[in-house]
């Protein structure tokens, strides 16, 4: 989660003991029956633009605006994620979501008006609603969106590094599905923001590896999700984190990645940080 403000509800949790979820199989056709809002195409501020993974993206239609790319990846990570929470005895997951252009208002139970800051990325568990506003999505494809003074990463940024961040947003909708984020305030904190982020991180690493069973990503995919942790991840320097550092987040997402496993997750959630 990337906005300051949301880590007070983020360090809410309700402990919950997980069942081992099995090996990850890829799902059919992420995309089928998904309502698609065509706006027009969201402008990139650089020269050039960033390269576009054309294997994920080949369900789009040609000329497909930002608002499209983020519904086409949302329904994706949930075509994936849904089937094996109904089997391990949840509910289906059925997040809402808000893709607000610059100066729109943010209709969430956590902001309910124009926000401050007009990039942002969050989940907010007490409505069940992901948010990712197009000045965001935008800045992360650029990659002109960083959170830390580490030295810039020698990758370049894309598309990938938006779905990326919105597939993160997602594995906290699992965490509330599961009983690791309350739906209220009220409730006494289980697990910390950082175990949080971390686990959400090495979540969405899980589905990227899905992603790459379906011979859909392409050569540069990865290294757009390693510039955008080298971007987003917190300051080493500072003394009471609540995300990971550049190094911790892209540990917990390789884990998720290279083993295709929720369960290999579990001991962000378990343990504390």
């Known amino acids: ?61 040609k000329g497909y605006s930002m608002h499209d790319f983020l519904v086409y990846v949302l329904a994706d990570v949930e075509a994936f994620w849904s089937p094996l929470m109904v089997k391990d005895g949840y509910a289906k997951p059925d997040a809402g979501y808000s893709f607000p252009a610059a100066g729109k208002p943010v209709l969430t139970e956590c902001i309910l008006d124009t926000p401050d800051e007009p990039a942002l990325a969050f989940y907010c568990s007490t409505d069940d609603r992901i948010v990712m506003t197009l000045q965001m999505a935008t800045q992360l494809k650029e990659g002109t969106y960083k959170t830390n003074a580490e030295p810039p990463s020698k990758y370049k940024p894309g598309d990938f590094s938006v779905a990326f961040v919105l597939a993160h947003e997602y594995a906290h909708n699992l965490q509330t599905e599961r009983g690791w984020l309350p739906e209220n305030g009220d409730e006494a904190p289980k697990a910390t923001s950082r175990s949080l982020e971390l686990n959400a991180d090495c979540m969405t690493g899980v589905w990227v590896h899905s992603v790459n069973a379906r011979r859909l990503l392409d050569a540069t995919d990865i290294q757009e999700v390693k510039r955008t942790l080298a971007d987003i991840g917190q300051d080493p320097s500072v003394t009471d984190p609540t995300h990971g550092t550049p190094k911790e987040r892209t540990k917990a997402f390789l884990l998720g990645y290279d083993s295709g496993k929720a369960a290999s997750c579990e001991p962000y959630l378990t343990t504390r940080y």
Do not use: Y
């Not at 983020?10 to 698609?36: K, S």
């Open 1 to 61: 989660m990337l906005r300051k403000t949301s880590q007070i509800l983020l360090a809410m949790v309700v402990f919950l003991l997980i069942p081992e979820w099995n090996t990850l199989q890829p799902p059919t056709q992420a995309a089928e029956n998904q309502e698609t809002v065509v706006l027009q195409p969201a402008a990139l501020a650089a020269k050039e633009a960033a390269p576009v993974s054309q294997a994920f993206t080949k369900g789009l239609p």
